[in-house]
């Protein structure tokens, strides 16, 4: 818990840390789109089930799709403010990271209206 | 993006840069498995439409979902605990999470095994 004072210390991996923190971003990013594939998917399918007419679940499915790729762009900004901001080592703003949570719930949302209207 | 930082914020001294983005990792792998859970819930959903009568499949998939939702909003609570007691010099928090999620994804592995042998 305590930072160590002994000299060496404070140049150790002044590189890593930053790159880690900025992969451990991008892996976050990557694993959201396994969710929007499925919700597009979804949505898609159901665009073609309807043969042209726009149905009611194919409304709010392209509803939820929207809001997935809402999510992904907020989240994709997120990664991208990070990135740049880790070259002067700062500590994340509180706000960034609830930005992100915030990004996952509208995802959470998404999801739970393609369980919903999915088939 | 320029939110008001909370008031903790201000508390205490600055921890070392590498705790803290060992605490914003943590803070993604929480966020990561909230995803995941999503990810599985709206998978199970759609991939394999026999594996239970349709309420059933539909209410198992919406509970998971929900649990991927407090799971991130966990995830933000945690780290800004954990910040707040390295501001603070305190010990960090009792991570309880690591249980309640241990017995969720048990929970979720379980029930999908007698899903997957009913439906044989």
């Avoid at chain 2, 979902?65 to 945690?78: P, Q």
Wanted: aromatic fraction near 6%; proline fraction near 4%; charge should be positive.
């Amino acid at each position: 818990m305590t930072p160590r004072q002994d000299g060496g210390d404070e140049t150790r991996d002044p590189g890593l840390q930053p790159e880690r923190t900025s992969l451990a971003w991008r892996r976050t990013l990557l694993a959201l789109l396994v969710s929007d594939f499925f919700i597009w998917r979804s949505w898609i399918a159901s665009l073609a089930r309807h043969a042209g007419r726009i149905e009611g679940s194919a409304l709010g499915l392209g509803i939820a799709a929207a809001v997935a790729a809402a999510a992904t762009t907020v989240l994709a900004g997120c990664v991208l403010y990070r990135s740049w901001a880790l070259r002067s080592t700062t500590a994340a703003p509180a706000s960034l990271l609830m930005t992100t949570t915030t990004s996952i719930i509208a995802l959470a949302g998404a999801t739970v209206i393609a369980i919903m209207l999915g088939r | 993006m320029k939110l008001r930082e909370p008031q903790w914020r201000r508390e205490g001294e600055m921890p070392d840069y590498r705790f803290s983005m060992a605490n914003e990792r943590t803070f993604l792998a929480w966020i990561r498995t909230a995803m995941a859970i999503l990810a599985g819930a709206i998978a199970v959903d759609q991939l394999t439409p026999q594996i239970a009568p349709a309420p059933v499949r539909i209410v198992l998939c919406l509970v998971l979902a929900v649990i991927g939702a407090l799971l991130a909003v966990e995830a933000y609570r945690r780290w800004s605990l954990q910040e707040q007691a390295m501001r603070n010099k305190r010990e960090l928090p009792h991570a309880w999470l690591l249980v309640a999620m241990t017995v969720v994804v048990a929970a979720a592995g379980a029930v999908v095994a007698v899903l997957i042998l009913l439906v044989r």
